[in-house]
């Protein structure tokens, strides 16, 4: 089985996964950009709170309640005798289920890789570097991260987790780190 790799069989299908996510998510950013982003990817697939193929993750979907506030009107009998009915509006909230994709490019009309374009080529390397047990001193030092987001976004779960790295334009967490030497302090970036 190679380092790095969930599951041999399946294996093209979860080069193809591996490559598309890092192409989608980080077509533009540097080579350890990438290869976080892929690291990100391998390790969900290794951890048990996650699908257990790189597939499996790319594709992931999470349903989430959404409350939304809706008007509804009630009709209403009023008297024992002279029997009246009237109906009254009241705002009620309603919860409905909401999927939501893991990677925001599964959820969105992404426009379709040029097999030409030198950026999915970078990523299709990087990912099958990745699934060959490449970037040994990248791979340590993203060993524990399972989430990233883009430096624009403020998720609410980013304080909850251990800040790794803030590489191009993305930001890498774990939940804990194995070696404390490699957390780095917030104030430090």
């Known amino acids: 089985m ?11 299908s979860d080069l193809e996964c591996l490559a598309k996510n890092i192409y989608y998510e980080s077509a533009s950013e540097s080579e350890e950009g990438k290869v976080a982003v892929g690291l990100v990817t391998i390790n969900r697939s290794n951890n ?5 193929s790189i597939c499996g993750v790319v594709n992931q979907r999470t349903v989430l309640s959404v409350p939304h506030e809706v008007t509804q009107t009630r009709t209403v009998t009023e008297g024992m005798v002279f029997k009246k009915t009237r109906q009254i509006k009241e705002r009620v909230t309603v919860w409905t289920n909401r999927a939501v994709c893991q990677f925001s490019w599964r959820c969105e009309n992404v426009h379709k890789i040029r097999k030409n374009d030198a950026r999915w080529d970078a990523s299709l390397a990087v990912a099958q570097e990745l699934l060959d047990g490449g ?11 399972l989430y990233f987001h883009e430096r624009h976004i403020r998720p609410a779960w980013a304080h909850q987790k251990i800040l790794i790295e803030r590489i191009g334009g993305h930001i890498f967490y774990a939940n804990h780190r194995t070696d404390p030497d490699l957390t780095i302090a917030r104030s430090e970036l």
């Open 48 to 52: 048990g709170d996650f699908p257990s």
């Open 135 to 145: 970037y040994y001193e990248l791979r340590d030092k993203y060993r524990d991260a």
């Open 2 to 12: 190679a380092p790095g790799h969930a599951k041999e069989v399946g294996k093209q």
